[in-house]
Nanobody, 128 residues
């Protein structure tokens, strides 16, 4: 069973940047589906980005495309979500999620039931 720990959240003004990190442990596969999701108060959890670590192909939510990027540091077992041009609408708890594509048979999906491990979340607050 995998274990994920997010960090890097905080409070910024609109237009600012933050970089979230997700440290991954308990997996040996190089074919991981790594998802970033977020949940604002009173709203459903939504997908932000999904990275297939084997090919670096990323699925993006339209609301963040062009402003956010995803990267991985295999030496540190860490996935990053770099967020630029932040907007108040980006305010949410951000979660990292993981699934081993060898077991799930698919990747790059927004279906939350697909992911077998979740982090505890890190709060991002953007003020106008």
């Amino acid at each position: 069973q995998g274990h994920l720990v997010e960090s890097g959240g905080g409070s910024v003004q609109a237009g600012g940047s933050l970089r979230l990190a997700c440290v991954v442990s308990g997996y040996t596969s190089s074919r991981m589906c790594m998802g970033w999701f977020r949940q604002a108060p009173g709203k459903e959890r939504e997908g932000v980005a999904i990275l297939y670590t084997y090919t670096n192909i990323t699925l993006w939510a339209n609301s963040v495309k062009g402003r956010f990027t995803v990267s991985q540091d295999n030496a540190k077992n860490t996935i990053y979500l770099q967020m630029h041009s932040l907007e108040p609408e980006d305010t949410a708890m951000y979660y990292c999620a993981a699934a081993d594509s060898r077991l799930s048979g698919t990747c790059l999906t927004w279906d939350r039931t697909h992911y077998t491990a979740w982090g505890q979340g890190t709060q991002v607050t953007v003020s106008s």
